[in-house]
């Protein structure tokens, strides 16, 4: 029996703190209505999105939320100021694409683990509105994504993987279309292969998106009977949308005459929503003149077809929180392990847990900041310099060490490792933003590419990956005079990948990634130990036993030490996609989320649910840290601007 994991996690989700999404609504351009004018729908509170109109009622809505530190559902009514919690399952920290359709909802969770690895823990649950019982509609072993209840509310339709495991791929989802009724949801039929986010019209028919053979992410059809008895399925789709311009995530409207759709266009940088006329087969604009600078997501469409809804940054002239804390507290699967999202990157704390430094923007070379562990104020160390990856010594307060130089570069680029001293009294905390700091290099410019330092306990020396070899491994250097002065040896040495390591606390161990087991794999890294001396190598099996199928698909990096040297925390992409990444700004690895593992590869734990990419984590005990005073003020933060982008892997040059 093992010890729960405790104390207090920093970590990074990419894009998420630049997004401040609200809900808005807009006229259809088809009714008798004045000039376009958009109302929003939520509150200006966290981010909200995914939204869907109630039936007959135009301007009430169902959403999800992060107020609360996780994806749950929310409801709110025109006139009402008053956003309502609705029914979510208590153990679940993910929640998406609500439906509220005939006094039931419907909606996807994550809670329930799978049958097996590398498969996504998404299903399809429904309850009544009073919550007297939730009941999942996916078949156990099966995972589904971006449900779509019919007109009538008799059937529903999935994007669904059935009962495949996750192949590995994001950009487009291997999912197919299918079917079942709401009372018998067993019953299922694949209606069409390779499709996702489906919407109907009417109960016969189906659109959905996916990308064509000639590379434009277009909407198809499907039709077929009602009574799904046919025996064609799978049925071959019908192209609704030309090439030449992205269609992605379509809303029917209820008449059968249009589709509200997302596009990306040629010569255009930002996603909108337009209207595409079934019958004479042309767009119409809807958000281009309104918003020509925001991203907008994911239409919806009112039962009456008058309304059409999707999500925005919600921009600086609406009311809302208008700045990005530098910490924000994410729900924990876990009582006793507190987490924290981090508005930057690769964190490490200071030895009494009362400062945090971090890397804040690469594009804008911002070098190194600290904050205070409870996010009230924030300085800056280096700047108009890009630094990455730091390790706080453990034993000196004013101490940090640190890679200088450019991130994601080949062994040959000169990135330096850096001991970086500086000076900062409580009585200054106030009365300065830049902190004058000493930046002593601890490498030699001609061996290439140094990074990722982690210090040992004593303070003494500094493990961190190097590519003066010709090949990326492990070095541990003098952490005072480095290799000028110092001593230097190389601890691991071959034609592979050693990266990201991590000293224990205990001093015993060396974590680090590698993909020293299958070397011509640049992408696939599972996580090792060693002691510093050199000894004692060995694989920490994740994802399954040596030798299986599974245990070499891990992408395991950005590991840490617990406190007390038994744990492992890192980000991995063991739970596959959590929902279908087109569907969301730019997400590197939208599989990325944090586990922790035992040192012999037991108890593995999940602890984040998103449809992000979680992770450089830190982890401190938390015993020290004053854990019920975070500062979220909307005064204190940067100005959230909307800053994001559009997925890099989807292009408009062919």
């Known amino acids: 029996m093992y010890m729960e994991p405790k104390g207090t996690i920093v970590f990074t989700t990419v894009g998420r703190p630049y997004y ?13 209505a004045p000039k376009f004018h958009e109302h929003r729908l939520t509150d200006g509170t966290s981010i909200n999105f995914n939204a869907q109109f109630v039936d007959g009622q135009d301007q009430t809505i169902v959403f999800i939320s992060e107020r609360s530190g996780s994806p749950r559902i929310y409801q709110t009514r025109p006139g009402s100021s008053k956003t309502e919690l609705l029914p979510s399952i208590p153990c679940s920290l993910f929640h998406d694409r609500p439906v509220a359709r005939n006094d039931k909802l419907f909606f996807i969770s994550s809670h ?25 509609l996916t ?3 099966v995972v589904d994504y971006s449900p779509s209840v019919s007109y009538s509310g008799k059937f529903i339709a999935v994007a669904s993987y059935e009962s495949r495991p996750w192949p590995g791929e994001f950009h487009e989802l291997n999912t197919d279309i299918v079917v079942f009724q709401e009372s018998d949801p067993n019953k299922r039929v694949i209606v069409c292969e390779r499709g996702g986010w489906p919407t109907w019209s009417g109960d016969s028919t189906i659109y959905f998106h996916r990308q064509a053979d000639d590379g434009w992410w277009s909407i198809f059809r499907v039709s077929f009977p009602e ?12 192209r609704v ?38 019958v004479s087969k042309e767009f119409y604009p809807v958000t281009e003149t309104l918003n ?9 469409v009112s039962a009456n077809s008058e309304f059409i809804g999707y999500h925005r940054f919600r921009g600086e002239s609406t009311q809302g929180q208008s700045t990005i804390p530098h910490l924000e507290p994410v729900a924990s699967p876990i009582k006793e392990l507190r987490m924290l999202r981090l508005n930057g990157s690769f964190p490490s704390f200071s030895p009494d847990g009362g400062l945090i430094v971090f890397n804040h923007d690469f594009e804008l070379n911002s070098g190194i900041k600290i904050v205070k562990s409870d996010g009230s104020t924030r300085w800056t160390l280096i700047k108009d310099r890009t630094a990455f990856y730091n390790s706080w010594s453990p034993t000196e307060k004013h101490v940090i060490y640190t890679s200088i130089g450019p991130i994601f570069q080949s062994e040959r680029v000169t990135v330096q490792i850096a001991r970086v001293s500086f000076q900062l009294d409580p009585s200054d905390y106030n009365n300065r933003e830049e902190i004058p700091c000493d930046v002593k290099i601890l490498t030699k410019e001609e061996t290439g590419n140094n990074a990722f330092p982690s210090c040992s306990p004593d303070g003494k020396f500094l493990v961190f990956r190097s590519g003066r070899s010709g090949h990326k491994n492990l070095y541990v250097l003098d952490a005072v005079n480095g290799e000028f002065n110092g001593d230097i040896r190389q601890l691991t040495d071959g034609p592979w990948i050693d990266t990201m390591p991590s000293w224990s606390p205990k001093g015993d161990l060396i974590a680090f990634s590698s993909n020293r087991h299958n070397p011509d794999n640049v992408e696939a890294f599972s996580l090792y130990v060693i002691k510093p001396d050199g000894s004692g190598l060995r694989r920490i099996h994740v994802a399954g036993p040596e030798g299986s199928s599974d245990v070499d698909r891990e992408r395991i990096n950005h590991v840490c030490f617990s406190a007390d040297g038994e744990w492992l925390l890192f980000t991995a992409n063991l739970g596959a996609v959590i929902a ?13 989320d944090l586990y922790v593992v035992k040192l012999d590869g037991s108890g593995l734990r999940r602890l984040t649910w998103n449809g992000y990419e979680n992770g450089t984590p830190a982890w401190h005990p938390g015993n020290q840290l004053d854990l019920g005073k975070l500062r979220l003020e909307d005064d204190i933060g940067d100005k959230l601007s909307g800053q994001f982008d559009e997925p890099l892997w989807i292009s408009c040059d062919f």
Do not use: M
Not at 227 to 238: C, D, Q, R, S, V
Not at 292 to 300: A, G, Q, R, T
Not at 580 to 592: D, I, K
């Open 292 to 300: 020509p600078n925001f991203h907008h997501y994911n239409p919806f």
């Open 580 to 592: 279908e990444p087109v569907s969301w700004p730019n997400q590197f690895q939208p599989y990325g």
């Open 112 to 136: 329930e683990q799978p049958d097996q690895i590398f498969k996504s823990w998404s299903a399809l649950y429904s309850t009544d509105l009073q919550a007297s019982k939730f009941t999942r």
């Open 227 to 238: 009574n799904l008895e046919f025996l064609g399925f799978p049925i071959a789709p019908t």
């Open 20 to 32: 401040g999404f609200d809900v808005f609504s807009i006229k259809s351009p088809f009714v008798n």
């Open 139 to 141: 078949p156990y072993g």
């Open 241 to 278: 949308t030309p090439p030449g311009v992205h269609c992605f995530t379509p809303a029917a409207f209820h008449d059968g005459k249009r589709l509200a759709v997302a596009t990306r266009r040629k010569n255009r940088n930002f996603r909108h929503i337009e209207i595409y006329d079934l």
